[in-house]
């Protein structure tokens, strides 16, 4: 997918992880991936005007429009976007839990989780209002496993800390975590899952 801003926008903001601040970065190089027709990746190579750090950025371009989705930082330190096979409401929920992170919103973050939790309770049409009982629904579908379980019903829990005021403030490893644990669910449910589907179909066929 080419780009013909390229050539022209030679700046971008960032959120700098060494000076953990805002701050304006010189494009040094970037580079194109698509496997056919659809979603295609960038990967932008910046240097902090601040610093001189390197930081390594991928966006996702949707076609037709060759609108960019927003930077996510791929190095140092943080996770790559997620996979394309996770719907993509919940991708912009998830992601916006990550921009909440990288500002230090840890509270937003673990709201933004919850949002996610619900979303994937959407997503296999359940109809409860409550998340709690939704959650158990899937569970008794045979949806999400015991673990599984166990690990939303923390999230759950986690999120109405963060939607009420309660006076505790949400810590920064809490929110990692929940980022961690969220991103790891929906790369079971819609990664992994699908891939031991096409294995065991390639399996039967054979």
């Not at 190089?29 to 601040?50: F, I």
Request: with cysteine.
């Amino acid at each position: 997918m080419s780009d013909p801003w390229d050539q022209q926008i030679s700046k971008e903001h960032i959120l700098c992880p060494y000076c953990d601040k805002s701050s304006i970065a010189t494009i040094q190089g970037r580079t194109y991936h698509s496997e056919g027709e659809g979603d295609a990746t960038r990967l932008s190579l910046m240097q902090c005007d601040e610093c001189g750090g390197s930081v390594l950025f991928s966006q996702t371009g949707y076609e037709p429009d060759d609108a960019w989705s927003s930077l996510i930082r791929v190095w140092p330190g943080t996770a790559g976007p997620l996979s394309a096979a996770v719907p993509a409401p919940l991708r912009a929920e998830h992601l916006e839990g990550r921009k909440c992170f990288d500002a230090k919103a840890y509270t937003a973050v673990v709201v933004m989780v919850r949002r996610t939790l619900e979303g994937v309770c959407k997503e296999h049409g359940i109809t409860e209002k409550v998340l709690g009982r939704a959650l158990q629904k899937m569970h008794a579908d045979g949806l999400i496993d015991g673990r599984l379980f166990e690990w939303a019903q923390e999230l759950r829990a986690l999120g109405n800390e963060g939607a009420h005021n309660t006076g505790r403030p949400v810590s920064r490893e809490d929110a990692a975590d929940a980022l961690a644990l969220c991103e790891a669910m929906l790369d079971y449910m819609y990664v992994l899952t699908a891939k031991f589907n096409e294995f065991k179909q390639r399996r039967s066929a054979r």
